[in-house]
């Protein structure tokens, strides 16, 4: 949500590419692909922020403590960030969602977008289920 240097992001694809391989991910068994190359995942949150609540995600804890760490106030994309996470469960019609605590709030967005998808367009989307990790 914030502007980079496109060399020092080309490098972070890279890096974090390779840290993904060396954990162990099997390109073989999986799929490994860059989501910035999907027009799809754009095109999602576009369709579910015309039905999202504006309120609803000037409520999010997230918002409201990296709003106050930018000067300018936050921007349109840290606003809507919350709803490209849920296109990003909703496009590929995810069932449950490994999340840590922090995110919780934005798994619950996905849900109620699902829902009120559902609710207006017919059975689409599965509501997605939070998998928390035990620390």
């Not at 991910?25 to 095109?43: N, Y």
């Not at 709003?67 to 996470?85: D, F």
């Amino acid at each position: 949500t914030m502007p980079k240097e496109p060399a020092l992001l080309r490098q972070n694809i890279l890096d974090t590419t390779a840290a993904i391989l060396a954990c162990g991910i099997d390109p073989k068994k999986c799929f490994l692909f860059r989501q910035s190359l999907v027009p799809e995942h754009a095109e999602l949150a576009w369709i579910l922020g015309c039905i999202t609540n504006v309120p609803r995600l000037l409520r999010l804890p997230q918002w409201k403590m990296k709003r106050a760490s930018q000067s300018n106030g936050g921007t349109v994309g840290l606003l809507t960030y919350p709803v490209l996470q849920a296109a990003d469960i909703l496009l590929y019609k995810s069932t449950h969602v490994p999340v840590g605590e922090d995110q919780v709030l934005h798994l619950e967005l996905a849900q109620d977008i699902a829902q009120h998808f559902n609710k207006k367009y017919g059975e689409f989307f599965p509501v997605p289920k939070a998998i928390l990790s035990e620390l």
